[in-house]
């Protein structure tokens, strides 16, 4: 409703333009409008139009380009208000609106087409032969065997690839306010790699763009405000690195066949707990997986740093599932929550659902 609602406002606003060049050709037409306009600037004002009219029937058409036709047309449009400020003034407002609508969908497409080439390029990635065989799967320890037979792996089509919608909330710090999120996520599994691309609400009608990425053991986090500013970025350094590899790592719980892959390795603690290995080049990070006594995935703790720079410590981190459900024949993790165990005390700082998760798409 809101988006035909400001359709039409950039519609309504865009042929109100139309007064400016009938006063240039008709002075005595429009008598509320008391300064004079030359037929130059009343060309103008038919230019504001005929850009707001076009950035109008774009959005409406749900077509590209929209929003720098809307930019520049709202840049036209607030110059020719302000040489005629005192019957027009208002108009600032609707410029204002429109403006800051343009802006935000400009940088919503830009950050898509950013996170879109990022997937493409991790699809890209050669395929690997698949090490799921039976020789493989004599070689797990107990527990991750009974876990693949009760997830439905061991007969289920390798996964090759994995892409999964989730929502939830989340928080930054352990005294602050739940946010709301959306979330999608692709995978690649003979590669690990991944991207996962979240919208935040941080507050109402603020919100933000956050990506995650894997590519090659190099992990990369970006936020940006309303898809435009950036306001926090880490990349090219052990926390990132590592912190992207877990999450991998502790992630395969919705893909269970890639603990048959080989740069993965297994060892059982005790029944029940087994440490696993993820190894990408010459870096390597390792986690603990807890089954319940049927066989279903219970957690995934590691120690990961946290927090950022000179600051930054390891410190444990837990994924818990609180669900499971079923998805293309696998029945995986469809709900969980993240945990820091803090010296100050466990700061849950993330609760998800998983609504949809396809393989080989």
């Not at 008709?26 to 707001?52: C, D, H, K, M, Y």
């Not at 898509?112 to 032969?129: D, G, L, Q, Y």
């Not at 690195?241 to 877990?246: I, P």
């Amino acid at each position: 409703m809101m988006k035909v609602v400001f359709g039409i406002i950039l519609l309504l606003h865009g042929s109100i333009h139309l007064l400016g060049l009938i006063k240039a050709f008709r002075p005595q037409s429009i008598p509320q409008l008391t300064r004079n306009i030359q037929i130059p600037e009343g060309l103008l004002w038919l230019v504001a139009f005929l850009l707001l009219f076009a950035a109008a029937i774009l959005y409406f058409l749900k077509k590209d380009g929209w929003e720098p036709v809307a930019i520049i047309g709202v840049i036209l449009s607030q110059l020719l208000v302000t040489i005629n400020w005192e019957e027009a003034k208002f108009g600032t407002l609707l410029n204002l609106l429109i403006l800051a609508v343009a802006l935000s969908a400009y940088g919503y497409s830009a950050f898509s087409a950013m996170t879109a080439k990022e997937v493409s390029v991790i699809n890209s990635a050669p395929e690997n032969s698949s090490s799921s065989s039976k020789n493989a799967m004599a070689a797990l320890p107990a527990s991750v065997q009974k876990w693949l037979k009760v997830t439905g792996a061991t007969d289920h089509t390798a996964v090759t690839t994995a892409y999964l919608e989730q929502k939830g909330r989340m928080k930054i710090n352990p005294n602050g306010r739940w946010m709301r999120f959306y979330a999608r996520q692709h995978f690649t599994v003979y590669e690990p790699a991944f991207v996962w691309r979240a919208r935040v609400k941080a507050f109402p009608l603020v919100y933000l763009d956050g990506r995650d990425k894997l590519v090659n053991g190099k992990g990369e986090m970006l936020i940006k405000l309303f898809s435009l500013i950036k306001v926090a970025e880490a990349k090219g350094n052990l926390e990132t690195d590592t912190g992207t590899m877990l999450r991998f790592l502790g992630e395969i719980c919705w893909f269970p066949t890639a603990a048959l892959e080989p740069y993965i390795s297994w060892k059982e603690i005790v029944p029940g707990e087994v440490k696993a290995v993820l190894a990408i080049k010459d870096q390597r990070v390792s986690g603990t997986f807890s089954f319940d006594r049927k066989g279903q995935l219970r957690s995934f703790e590691a120690f990961r740093y946290y927090g950022s720079g000179e600051k930054a410590k390891q410190e444990k981190w837990v994924i818990e599932i609180t669900e499971h459900k079923d998805f293309d024949g696998m029945l995986v993790p469809s709900a969980c929550k993240v945990t820091w165990k803090l010296p100050g005390g466990d700061f849950t700082w993330l609760e998800l659902e998983i609504t949809s998760l396809q393989y080989n798409s």
